[in-house]
Structure formats: structure tokens, C-alpha cells
């Protein structure tokens, strides 16, 4: 099965590393041809256009960073639909509108195609090594089709409806892991104000109720300083935005929600948009002086589910 993967960024560049990694026929493109020499290196062919892509590929994946990149990538003058026929696949990995991925679906489903969303969820040191948590929205049939590539990217792997589905639930889990974001950023601060000793404080929420895998994942990052997921606040206020539209289409009240696109807003007019978003305590280390740091707190995310594990088909009850 010849593979096509269009968008290297900070999770595709690691996603398209683990098809490079396991055989497949792996053609990518990217704006930035620079990004794809790597892969290139490693045998993997550079297409000149999305629609040269789908034309090679039986599956053609899209990680973008927005629903207007997407857009222009798929439905563009030499774009990914100008490609397809019957029986490709076209899978969108990105975090993007429901209503968005349903409208470009529809028009991939007109020329014969089967759309797919598939975004991820597990944060870039798990895409790296094949454990991030995949969940799959369309029909069960090419579920089963394109299921020996996501299980080759992901070790969970949970089918989750028609196609929108899987979108709306990856924004809705994007939204929990914000407001678990900025409720870690502020129990740290104050743990620090207290006089805590933060390698200790770490450790105590770990192994309690309030432990979560924010905590365990971006909490190491905050404490050991590098402040580094690879992911920005621009990303994070347009996830929570999203989270906001789908309430707001549901006719939801919220309360959280708008307060989380605010402090974003504020931490992106303050810090700037390509700001790593775990420093969005640095809100509160700013208006406090504390320094919310611990000495020799471990360099990096630990992970303690190892790529030789496999994966897992997580059931659905269908």
C-alpha cells in the first residue's frame, strides 16, 4: 500500500517518521520542502503536488495546522481531490472543524473516495515512538481498510462513529487537557508560594486524585524549565475555540470555556503566539515573582509505555 503524508510540522514530521520507520511506501510533501529532506534521505518520494500525490497513493494523510490549510491542501488547484478515484482514502489527522471535515469528506466521496478524520491525541513524544491514541471517524468498511496503517501510528486505536466524530471528540478531549493545563499551571504556582519542594509536590499529585496526564507530561516540562511539548499557544486557542463553536451549535452555556479562550488571548497578546503553551504559567509566575522550577527535576518526558507493547483496537460496542 503506497502511503502519502502532506504536512511534516511538530506531529506530522513524527507521525510520517513512524511509516518511514516500519516500510512503507512513503511519498510527503510540506510548504517547506527543507522539512521532508530527512525522509527523503531515508527513501521516502517528495511529490511536486497534492494532486501528484493522490494520483501515486492509495492513501493520502493530511496534518495541518488549521482547518483553512486543510482547505486549500485538499480542495486547492492541484489539490489532494483532484487526485483521488474510486477506493483511495483520504485521512485527515489534523485537530479541525467537524462541520469543516464533513463538507471537504463529501466532496472526496464524489469522486469515488472514502474520507476519513483520524486526528491523534497523546502529545509529540508519544507520535514519535508510536504510541499516541488515534481515533477514526467514517464508515466501518474503510475502517477495517485503513486500520493496519493506524495501528502502525498509534498503539489505541478507537473507532468512534461517522465521519466528524472522531474531530469532535478529539476538540472536546484538547479542551480537557487545556483546562487541565491551566489548573496544573496555577497548583504548581501555589504549591512554590507555600514553600513546597516541588520534586516533592510533583510526586504527591502524581499519586493522588488529582494526578491526570497533563500533570505527568507537562508538568515535567513546566518544572524542569524547558517548558518544550511542541505545541503553541496559538494551537491551544484554536482547539478551545473550536471546543467553543460545537457548544455553541449545540446551544451549551458554558462557564470554563470562555474563561480558558480568554487567558489564552491574553497569554498570546503577552508572550506571543508561538509560545510553547506550557508557559502559560508564566501568567502567574509574572504576577507572583515565583519562579516555578525545581532543582534537578528529571530533563525530559518520561513515557512509560514503550513502543514494543503493539497496539490496541479499543472497542466500540458496534
Not at 488571548?265 to 508561538?274: A, D, L
Amino acid at each position: 500500500m503506497k502511503i502519502g503524508f502532506i504536512g511534516l510540522g511538530n506531529v506530522g514530521g513524527k507521525l510520517a517518521g513512524s511509516l518511514l520507520r516500519n516500510g512503507v511506501d512513503l511519498t510527503v510533501r510540506d510548504l517547506d520542502r527543507s522539512a521532508a529532506q530527512t525522509f527523503l534521505d531515508q527513501g521516502a518520494h517528495w511529490a511536486d503536488s497534492p494532486k501528484e500525490m493522490a494520483e501515486a497513493c492509495d492513501i493520502v494523510i493530511t496534518c495541518l495546522p488549521s482547518p483553512a490549510a486543510c482547505s486549500a491542501v485538499v480542495e486547492g488547484e492541484d489539490g489532494v481531490i483532484s487526485g483521488l478515484s474510486a477506493g483511495k482514502i483520504w485521512a485527515e489527522m489534523s485537530t479541525t472543524d467537524e462541520a469543516e471535515v464533513k463538507r471537504i469528506g463529501a466532496k472526496v466521496s464524489a469522486v469515488g473516495a472514502h474520507p476519513v478524520d483520524c486526528p491523534v491525541s497523546g502529545g509529540c513524544h508519544r507520535a514519535a515512538t508510536g504510541n499516541i491514541s488515534i481515533f477514526a471517524g467514517c464508515d466501518r468498511e474503510t475502517f477495517e481498510k485503513i486500520l493496519p496503517v493506524l495501528t502502525t501510528l498509534g498503539r489505541r486505536v478507537l473507532h468512534t462513529g461517522a465521519l466528524g466524530t472522531a474531530s469532535t471528540l478529539k476538540v472536546v478531549t484538547n479542551y480537557l487537557a487545556t483546562a487541565n493545563l491551566v489548573s496544573v499551571a496555577e497548583a504548581l504556582t501555589t504549591c512554590k508560594g507555600a514553600g513546597m519542594d516541588m520534586n516533592t509536590a510533583y510526586e504527591a499529585i502524581k499519586i493522588s486524585s488529582g494526578t491526570s496526564f497533563v500533570h505527568e507530561t507537562e508538568g515535567q516540562v513546566i518544572l524542569n524549565g524547558s517548558r518544550d511539548i511542541s505545541f503553541t499557544m496559538d494551537l491551544v486557542l484554536k482547539d478551545i475555540s473550536l471546543f467553543q463553536a460545537i457548544a455553541d451549535r449545540a446551544e451549551v452555556p458554558l462557564d470554563l470555556s470562555p474563561l480558558l479562550i480568554r487567558l489564552f488571548e491574553e497569554g498570546i497578546e503577552t508572550y506571543g503566539p508561538r509560545e510553547w503553551s506550557p508557559n502559560i504559567v508564566k501568567r502567574y509566575e509574572d504576577r507572583t515573582g515565583i519562579e516555578v522550577l525545581a532543582p534537578g527535576f528529571p530533563p525530559e518526558i518520561l513515557d512509560d509505555e514503550p513502543e514494543e507493547q503493539g497496539y490496541e483496537v479499543v472497542p466500540t460496542g458496534r
